[in-house]
């Protein structure tokens, strides 16, 4: 899977996050194409909480260990 992210609080404005079928990921800078869109997603990242809004799964919410400020917009690509 792809992760394409547009915002503040990554290393690069504009990033793709790559994860491998063996559970390993890495990130480049910019846009990896092909792009097959599964679906696009806001993630707003305050302190240990991130609040996902996701065009398929909907809402979520969900605890970090790490604390952070982010506000990204993604899209999951194949």
């Not at 990130?27 to 997603?41: A, D, H, K, M, N």
């Not at 707003?44 to 969900?62: A, L, M, P």
């Amino acid at each position: 899977m792809r992760y394409i992210e547009f915002g503040v609080g990554n290393r690069w404005l504009i990033r793709t996050e790559t994860e491998l079928e063996d559970g390993t990921e890495h990130e480049e800078r910019g846009i990896v194409r092909p792009i097959i869109l599964q679906s696009i997603y806001l993630r707003i990242w305050i302190w240990k909480t991130v609040f996902i809004i996701d065009s398929t799964e909907g809402f979520k919410r969900q605890r970090k260990r790490k604390a952070s400020l982010k506000v990204i917009v993604g899209l999951v690509s194949k």
